[in-house]
């Protein structure tokens, strides 16, 4: 069992930073490759960014080079920051993982990016 609680989000004026944490529960958490998600109104869910348990990342081409997905596992908490905000990453973000082929998701946290 894996449990994902994201916090960090808010109200940003665009150009912008954040940073969003995802504290996970479970002694696997080390193991296993997380990612972040978003999803803006009226639009389907779209990956942001993954990193694997080694640290090697992947980003979605509309946040490359402004976000950055990273991890502490001696914290069991995996981060994202994201920098150079523009209004349309106005999204309710989800911290997401795989274990043993089910998916486990956080509640979302919202940011909102507008002046």
């Known amino acids: 069992q894996v449990q994902l609680v994201e916090s960090g989000g808010g109200l940003v004026q665009p150009g912008g930073s954040l940073r969003l944490s995802c504290a996970a529960s479970?002694?696997?958490?080390?193991?296993?490759?997380m990612n972040w998600y978003r999803q803006a109104p009226g639009k389907e869910r779209e990956l942001v960014a993954t990193?694997?348990?080694?640290?090697?990342?992947n980003y979605a081409d509309s946040v490359k080079a402004r976000f950055i997905i990273s991890r502490d596992n001696a914290k069991n908490t995996v981060y994202l920051q994201m920098n150079s905000l523009k209004p349309e990453d106005t999204a309710v973000y989800y911290c997401?993982?795989?274990?043993?082929?089910?998916?486990?998701w956080g509640e979302g946290t919202l940011v909102t990016v507008s002046s």
């Open positions: 990193i694997t348990s080694g640290g090697r990342t």
């Open positions: 997401s993982a795989r274990y043993q082929y089910v998916d486990y």
């Open positions: 479970g002694s696997i958490f080390n193991f296993i490759p």
